[in-house]
């Protein structure tokens, strides 16, 4: 079944390569006082993780405008991020500046008019590259080739400014190409290669591990267990479809629309069944509900809007030209998590109530320790969250590129224990019926609890009458009968009021006693 699931995520990714593209393929409208460029990592062969080949940057492209009235100038830059604050002027608002406009040559900033913003030490250093293609009036076009090696580790940008203030478009057609030691993946990203690798890795092996126990008692099983199965293998299935797009980008340099979108699909899915899930074992189904009512169609109308709003917010935020219309998303897509979560534990704490007071001590045990999980795991998450705040406010985000991948990895990693936990808590095993839902709906919450203690006091009667038995059997036969005698009618007397209690309920329930470790607990499951 792993290799199946691996197999498939592999071949769907190689299907949708038909409809792929190159990202180092440049297409670009380029306006008048604007430009646009892209940010990667790259390793000097020394510092690289792995790999032979020598890293370098190459620039290949064609620029062309359609009006040649004017002569203009065009620049492509490229640069490490070291070098930041020689390239354009950054103002008060944290916005970048490329060209040299009226305003900032009159506030002292530049002087050159039309001309690309650059301090002298930019032109000393090694990893700054600054190309002016300057148009005649009957020019065109003007090709430019540039590589690059790569002689120190760190964040590059590319950029292709526009400077002219007549309305000029440029049209930038060509290739960007750059090349680490180890392959194309871009360096900030090379570490999601071998997480995602061992993320797959364990996901299955908790699969193979919860196949074999289903297997054993696949009589028991429960519905809960076969939702946790399904989880398990969309989790699989989620890390296996990201390892091999970082696996495919790295050897041949080309990204997959579709395995990305097959890939956000499957975490998206992943995630809204597994909030469903954790939401619905909260409620108690199947341990205390028997069914869920009403509550089944919210539960379900809810993960569909999560899930559809969720994934719109993640297949936006992909595409650079639909940024906008992803920040709209953002919000409704938080109060949604939010209210999971809200739902989550409100519905635990009432299931943990229900439970103490039917004094099932087992599941309430289950509940606790799923309820103490949770709070760990908001609390590491709360306090991750605000440590990156933090980082991001007072440290420059390109010095720790080698290391930015672990915030998005720790939500991966959080998830799988969470997930562990829940596989250990609701594991199939022999006892497994013990979990499953006992129907006393029948019984007012006053008679559940007389009867409980009444069985209480049967099994307490049963075992101080034995232990009587065998300690005197010697001594004192006549008043020991008579003692028997009473205690074995005051038993009698118990039992024709539990058995006047069911009859008069009509509940068909028996006694099922459990002893588990140092607690003496009493189920009460339904007859088949």
């Keep these: 079944m792993i290799k199946v699931l691996l ?13 792929s593209g190159n990202i180092e393929h440049n297409n670009l409208q380029v306006f008048s006082g604007q430009q646009t460029g892209f940010r990667i990592g790259l390793w000097t062969l020394e510092e690289a993780p792995e790999g032979d080949i020598k890293p370098f940057l190459a620039i290949k492209v064609a620029v062309q405008r359609h009006e040649s009235l004017l002569p203009a100038v065009f620049n492509i830059i490229s640069f490490h991020s070291s070098d930041t604050n020689f390239i354009g002027f950054t103002d008060s608002d944290n916005q970048k500046h490329f060209c040299c406009t009226e305003e900032l040559n009159a506030a002292g900033i530049c002087s050159n008019v039309g001309k690309l ?5 930019a032109l000393l250093s090694p990893t700054v590259n600054v190309m002016e293609a300057e148009f005649e009036v009957s020019q065109y076009q003007f090709d430019y080739s540039k590589i690059k090696p790569v002689e120190k580790s760190g964040i590059y940008y590319v950029y292709f400014v526009n400077c002219q203030e007549s309305n000029m478009t440029a049209y930038v057609n060509g290739r960007t190409i750059w090349k680490n030691p180890f392959g194309h993946l ?27 126990l289903s297997a054993i008692y696949w ?17 699989m299935v989620e890390c296996s479809t990201w390892y091999f797009e970082y696996l495919i980008y790295n050897l041949r340099g080309e990204y997959h629309l579709g395995a990305i979108v097959m890939g956000i699909l499957v975490s998206t899915f992943k995630r809204t069944v597994s909030r469903i899930l954790v939401l619905i074992v909260s409620m108690g189904y199947g341990v205390v509900k028997g069914d869920l009512g009403t509550t089944r169609t919210k539960v379900v109308t809810l993960g569909a809007i999560y899930f559809t709003l969720s994934c719109l917010f993640q297949i936006l935020s992909t595409a650079s030209m639909a940024e906008g219309l992803a920040t709209l998303l953002v919000l409704p897509v938080s ?32 509940y606790r320790l799923l309820f103490f999980a949770l709070i760990i795991s908001g609390f590491l998450s709360c306090s991750v969250v605000l440590y ?30 969470l997930l562990l936990i829940i596989t250990i808590l609701w594991r199939p095993t022999k006892n497994n019926l013990r979990y499953a839902y ?50 074995s009618n005051q038993n009698n007397d118990v039992l024709l009021k539990i058995d006047d209690s069911l009859n008069k309920n009509k509940a068909q329930i028996v006694p099922n006693f459990t002893i588990d470790g140092e607690d003496s607990t009493v189920e009460v499951t339904k007859l088949n």
């Design 388 to 417: 990156q705040l933090y980082v991001v406010m007072t440290s420059n985000f390109d010095d720790r590129w080698e290391t930015w991948w672990v915030w998005e990895a720790f939500w991966h990693v959080l998830y799988f224990a």
């Design 117 to 121: 913003i650059i301090h002298e030490n």
């Design 335 to 366: 109060l949604l998590d939010t209210f999971f979560y809200w739902m989550i534990f409100a519905s635990l704490l009432q299931t943990i109530a229900q439970l103490t007071l039917r004094k099932q001590i087992i599941k309430l045990r289950m």
């Design 438 to 487: 006992a129907k006393l709906e029948e019984l007012s919450e006053d008679e559940q609890t007389n009867l409980i203690n009444n069985l209480r006091y049967i099994v307490s009667s049963f075992i101080g009458f034995t232990e009587t038995s065998n300690n005197n059997n010697n001594s004192n036969s006549s008043n020991n009968s008579n003692n028997i005698n009473t205690d």
């Design 7 to 19: 197999f498939t995520s592999l071949f769907l990714a190689l299907i949708f390569s038909t409809f």
């Design 186 to 212: 871009s360096g900030d990203q090379y570490y999601f290669l071998p997480f995602f690798s061992n993320m797959a890795l364990l996901y299955s092996f908790l699969g193979f591990y919860w196949f074999i």
């Design 219 to 235: 009589k028991q099983l429960l519905p809960l267990q076969n939702g946790i199965a399904g989880v398990i293998a969309l989790g």
